[in-house]
């Protein structure tokens, strides 16, 4: 099918691509080497690139992604009334989906609720930018992270190879995410599921799809059935500030926390590994253990704002929702 694609397009009047904004000999080194590392023709790939240009608005949004706000102006962006209701009625509409992921891979419903909820708000808003575009003009327009786009580029023309997609006519976030639970390029393809049954791993369409495929990302990046996510917690003197920025993934226990005066608000194992998360109030800090689920949301988006949203959507809309 994409073959067949590809070829139509070297009779389609091209597209502007910029020939100043993209380095179009990185661009072209990159065909060559994508082409032979893969046994695709080249002039499929010419034919493709063709119709892609420089898009500066990707440049301008990458540049000031929501994760560098402060925690009281990056919480209310999805801590709010549509995103808890809109969860609970998403929750209600998909119940035995939910179930059957949960009980095959070990993820509450609400964690997967909440991260369709902050992604695309329940599969709603799955992005606007031609995931093609988003990521060559990342790839050879944005120097600091060429070499990661580069990389999701060439994935995600074998995922739209693999999956008989239409390269030009998927769409995603300014970053080259895609569907409901936006997954990159190289996440659709290791982590994706046919949760339906029908031959095809559809993040776009299929909601059956994007619940499964939520729940075996988590399940593979090492969620833990049934234990802690994180404690808000109280701290006292000084001790704790020396185990504040020491990264996102667990390294300290609980106890040895406790010894430093951070004092969890929720019962939890004294031999759990945590870290310390601080975040910005308008005035002063609050203060979180996280433990390995926490983290584990993180690989879903490496902020500590990111993961604490989600976290504390999910227990809204549990709580809303009565379970």
Known sequence: MIRTILLVLLLIPPLHASATEMDREALNRFIDEVASRHQI????????????????EIIRAISNPAEA??????????????????????????????EKAEAAYGVPAEIIVAILGVETR?????????????LATLAFGYPKRARFFRRELEEFILLAREEGMDPLALKGSYAGAMGGPQFI????????????????????ASTADMIGSVAHYFRRHGWQPG????????????????????????RYTVAQFRERQVIPEDPLPAEALATLVEL??????????????????????HSPLYAM????????IAARRGS
């Open 122 to 134: 329940y599969g709603r808003y799955k992005g606007r930018h031609r995931v093609l575009e988003s």
């Open 69 to 98: 706000r402060p925690w009281y102006q990056y919480r209310p962006i999805f801590l709010t009334e549509e995103r808890v209701a809109g969860g609970v009625a998403f929750w209600e509409s998909n119940r035995q989906l939910l």
């Open 280 to 301: 910005e109030l308008e005035e002063g800090h609050e203060y979180w253990l996280g433990l390995q689920n926490f983290y584990v949301i993180t690989r879903y988006n």
């Open 227 to 250: 234990q802690p996510v994180a404690s808000r917690s109280h701290v006292e003197g000084d001790g704790y500030r020396e185990l504040v920025g020491q990264g996102l993934k667990p």
């Open 185 to 204: 390029s190289s996440s659709y393809r290791r982590y994706a599921v046919d949760f339906d049954g029908d031959g095809q791993r559809n993040l776009f």
């Open 41 to 56: 023709p080249r002039g499929e790939l010419e034919a493709l690139f063709e119709r892609v240009r420089f898009r500066d």
């Open 309 to 316: 949203a989600v976290w504390l959507l999910s227990r809204e």
